[in-house]
């Protein structure tokens, strides 16, 4: 499977994901707090490269994977995750300004459950949203522990490990994770496109 491929099973597990964060959200009503960005304004994020192939692809499509590396050199490793746009003097409100191609800890966070020491399923989330939507975080921890559907955070991590190991094994801080697969787009499409001649 070349990196292209990779990119699309990617945005296929993601697909998938989506529909069931959208299916537990409905029913849970459960969802972060509108506008909030605080976890977006955190630099210590961690996530693989893979998981940001597709964006990365996105953006050398559209020609900007360079004007990208640039902002990633501008901005320093310890900037927030460059695609979030903050609107508040202290980085905690805003919006991704690109949802769709967003990295699978973006997706999960809230939104699914992982296993804890005792191996039971509890909610990834913050303290936020146990505090602002204290009734509904409740009722969808209650809801969990009696065995409804939500999605998991380790079957997920397991279908991109299955997509490529190496590429998912070891997490970055978000930025970092972004600057590699865009760099690994790059030379993958520098070689592929000197190749067809």
Known sequence: MNLREKSLEVRQVFTELD??????????????????????????????????????????????????????????????????????????????????????????????????????????????????KAELYQKSSLAIKDGAAVPSSGDAYSQLYNIDFQLTQEQFPINIAIRKALQTVLTYMYYTENNEV
């Open 19 to 132: 529909i069931e964060i959208k299916a537990f959200m409905e029913q849970s009503q459960l969802s972060c707090v509108s506008g909030c960005g605080a976890c977006c304004a955190n630099p210590n994020v961690h996530a693989s490269v893979l998981e940001f192939l597709p964006l990365a692809f996105d953006l050398y499509e559209k020609g900007k994977a360079e004007k990208a590396l640039e902002l990633l050199d501008e901005v320093g490793e310890d900037a927030n995750c460059i695609i979030y746009k903050s609107f508040s003097e202290d980085g905690k409100s805003g919006f991704c300004s690109d949802y769709a191609n967003r990295g699978m800890i973006c997706r999960l966070f809230g939104s699914a459950a992982r296993r804890n020491k005792e191996g039971k399923k509890e909610l990834i989330t913050c303290k936020i949203i146990k505090e602002q």
